[in-house]
């Protein structure tokens, strides 16, 4: 069973799943190991949940579990960092004080000038193309700068999932000069582009990024690819996975990659 490496928990404030009961899910499917990834995203107050974390709590209760099921399931501990330009100093401390607590970070760009493109009101100031656009500007933008404190990047077309007029306007190759230069910044600085099947669970009904984007990193020269259901509800544990293992081979890849202690371990497909 392929490990899942993006998942959340009730740390994050979109999951009201214990940490408990997502480990003892991947137990019952057999996974070997799984990495939860919690949201961390600074400056957020202008969500309706909470994405920041107590980081000494986090850590603390992970290591707890990770003991505690040591001889059932490798635990490891992760975080999915949200990246935003104006935080950049408190993310280069975040880096220096607690990057080496983590197996695993997962880069994510989530927000556009506060606002969260998993709301209607998003799309509705600036419509689908438009805000597709300035998404995948920031998002490279956001890689260039901070490349440096992130292990793999999370669901790269996140933005596309909640686009009103996905089916219609988006693809890799309308928006293909903004995602290549993300894809190269990954590839040439040796990060992880990540397969995540929550992007199944989308109106869309494919994973993220499409099939199309992860052909061209693996064009590009990139050989890491990390895979994760961004389960926030135990019955989405290892979502699909079956389904981008497949996938992911017919994209030229033979490997997934698994981080610990922030290293790069290739396991087969």
Request: negative net charge; aromatic residues 14%.
């Amino acid at each position: 069973m392929i490990c899942d490496c993006h998942l959340h928990t009730a740390f994050s404030g979109d999951s009201n799943t214990p940490a408990r009961v997502q480990i003892e899910r991947a137990i019952s499917m057999r996974m070997k190991e799984i990495t939860i990834t919690d949201h961390h995203d600074r400056d957020s107050s202008f969500c309706e949940d909470n994405f920041e974390l107590d980081l000494p709590s986090y850590l603390s209760a992970l290591n707890t579990l990770k003991e505690e099921y040591r001889d059932k399931i490798r635990i490891n501990i992760g975080i999915e960092l949200g990246l935003q330009l104006h935080i950049c100093r408190y993310l280069e401390k975040f880096h220096k004080d607690f990057g080496s607590e983590f197996d695993f970070i997962i880069g994510s760009s989530h927000f556009i000038r506060s606002h969260d493109p998993f709301y209607p009101s998003f799309w509705e100031a600036c419509g689908s193309r438009q805000g597709l656009e300035e998404f995948f500007t920031l998002s490279f933008k956001r890689a260039r700068a901070f490349h440096p404190f992130f292990d793999s990047w999370g669901h790269l077309d996140y933005a596309a999932r909640y686009a009103p007029d996905s089916a219609s306007v988006y693809s890799y190759f309308a928006f293909k000069e903004q995602i290549d230069s993300i894809l190269r910044v990954l590839a040439e600085n040796g990060k992880a582009l990540e397969c995540n099947t929550g992007g199944f669970r989308s109106r869309l009904s494919h994973q993220n990024p499409d099939t199309e984007i992860l052909k061209q990193y693996r064009r590009m020269g990139g050989e890491h690819i990390t895979i994760g259901s961004d389960a926030h509800a135990p019955e989405h544990l290892g979502y699909g996975f079956t389904r981008a293992k497949e996938l992911l081979k017919q994209c030229g890849f033979h490997y997934y990659t698994i981080y610990h202690n922030r290293k790069a371990e290739m396991i087969p497909l």
